[in-house]
């Protein structure tokens, strides 16, 4: 579950709640919002990733990977990505 709200983000119109008191202002395009959410999501993984390889690496018998670690990196690298076109974008 994402901790990003994608009806925050969301143009004004059908997705607008009439008592949102932010229905009024300028909202950021479809495309932004979800780069946002899905970088969201995939960093919250990469996290949960990281808190599973933090106990491995207490277990000598378990230890980390490079591998494991490169995964994550990879992760972060694309959220980034993702995200900088996004903004270029707004």
């Given at each position: ?36 959410v899905q970088s969201s999501e995939r960093l919250e993984g990469a996290a949960s990733i990281l808190a599973m390889l ?37």
């Amino acid at each position: 579950v994402s901790l990003i709200s994608r009806d925050r983000f969301l143009p004004v119109g059908k997705h607008a709640r009439k008592d949102d008191p932010m229905a009024n202002k300028s909202r950021l395009p479809e495309d932004v919002v979800t780069a946002i959410v899905q970088s969201s999501e995939r960093l919250e993984g990469a996290a949960s990733i990281l808190a599973m390889l933090e106990e491995n690496a207490s277990n000598p018998e378990l230890g980390v990977k490079a591998s494991e670690l490169a995964a994550v990196r990879s992760i972060i690298e694309a959220s980034v990505k993702q995200l900088d076109e996004a903004w270029e974008e707004i």
